[in-house]
């Protein structure tokens, strides 16, 4: 079966992610058949712009995904857990954008440029790894083909779109309020984002970290085939509409020169050297916005570490962060011709 011949159900198409995929369906012009709608029921009926045409959404219940070939997922933990089920026993892959999955041993977890190889076990259901996990693991694979990784730190600087679309319309309503001098409402994070940063994303867990930190590692570790990978992340929220960038920290068993480094980031699929420094030019939300590709940019020597790099990106969140990861989960399960699962076992 190849793409022209499929139909796509996208459940949550009214939401920050949602939109971008039907936006990057579009943009990319993949032939596919039919595109269902899904969203809840207070969408129903809804009309969304697609190809110059329009698209009427429909409620996403479990009758819906008869005929899909493909549903993308990008609701909540809750939606895709009832109803991830409910569309594969109705034939399709389920190509899903939460965290509901991802750490289950029968669910290959994916970035394609890094492990692309693993949508061939599915069982009816690929995951896509939280945002902020996707250019990390994407950096990390190509600097591991120059030396063996030893430990990585990291920090976040997280979108409001990350959170998703209300976040995005919070963010704009707290600013304008400060700049009027009103009263600034609370609705999506502990404390008022706008002119302020939040060192917490998601709940805190005993050991001090946050989930999304916590998902940081223990996803990293599935994607890389590394089960032992040392990382430890702080992840922090910024009033940035669109990108999430981070400040990385990768040491190595050996000595890695920069120069090293910028050939293996110029060398891999995915990635794009913005590293000028003297001329200003370096990874910025603003400019990875929109596009496909991770940005990467001030490479220099970790003069704390023996053997360390430092470096910074920028990757759109709901591109490569979300949608634009799916799609190609779905380019590669169709060039693998795995779109039905099969018996293969994790390479683990
Ligand atoms: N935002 C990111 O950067 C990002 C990146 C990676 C993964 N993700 C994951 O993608 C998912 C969606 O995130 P988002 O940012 O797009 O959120 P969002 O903007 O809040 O959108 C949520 C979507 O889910 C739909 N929905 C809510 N309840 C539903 C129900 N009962 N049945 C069917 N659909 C329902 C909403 O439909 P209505 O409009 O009808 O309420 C809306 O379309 C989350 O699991 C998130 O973790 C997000």
């Known amino acids: 079966m190849n793409s022209s011949d499929l139909t796509i159900a996208i459940v949550g198409a009214t939401g920050a992610v949602g939109r971008i995929a039907l936006d990057l369906l579009a943009e990319r012009d993949h032939p596919v058949e039919k595109i269902v709608a899904m969203a809840s ?78 949508v061939e076990w599915h069982s009816g259901i690929i995951s896509i790894p939280n945002c902020t996990t996707t250019p990390l693991v994407m950096v990390l694979d190509a600097l591991r083909s120059v030396a063996p990784i030893t430990a990585v730190t990291v920090a976040t600087y997280q979108s409001v779109t990350g959170t998703g679309a209300a976040a995005d319309v919070e963010l704009l309503t707290q600013s304008r309020s400060v700049l009027d001098s009103e009263d600034v409402v609370i609705e999506q994070y502990p404390y008022q984002i706008a ?18 930190e916590d998902k940081m590692l223990n996803e990293s570790r599935k994607i890389l085939h590394e089960p032992t990978l040392r990382l430890a992340a702080t992840c922090v929220r910024v009033p940035v509409q669109v990108s999430h960038s981070e400040s990385v920290t990768v040491e190595f068993l050996n000595r890695v020169s920069v120069q090293e480094a910028k050939q293996a980031m110029s060398d891999a699929d995915g990635l794009l050297l913005v590293d000028d420094p003297q001329n200003n030019v370096y990874p910025m939300p603003l400019k990875a916005a929109g596009d496909d590709e991770v940005h ?30 799916a799609l190609q989960i779905l380019d590669e399960v169709l060039r693998r011709d795995c779109l039905k699962p099969s018996k293969k076992t994790a390479a683990i």
């Not at 594969?88 to 289950?104: K, N, P, T, Y």
């Open 41 to 118: 029921s207070r969408s129903a009926g809804k009309k969304l712009p697609y190809k110059g045409k329009e698209l009427v959404v429909v409620e996403a219940t479990p009758d819906a995904f008869t005929g899909a070939d493909v549903a993308f997922i990008s609701a909540s933990s809750e939606v895709s857990k009832r109803l991830a089920p409910e569309a594969v026993s109705r034939g399709a892959l389920v190509i899903d954008d939460g965290s509901a999955f991802r750490m289950e041993d029968s669910v290959p977890l994916v970035v394609p440029e890094v492990n692309g190889a693993d």
């Open 296 to 325: 990467v940019g001030r490479i220099r020597d970790d003069i704390a570490h023996d053997n360390g790099l430092s470096l910074w990106l920028s990757c759109d969140n709901l591109r490569k962060g979300a949608a634009l990861n």
């Open 195 to 212: 002119f302020n940063v939040i060192p917490q994303v998601d709940n805190f867990l005993a050991s001090g970290y946050t989930v999304e």
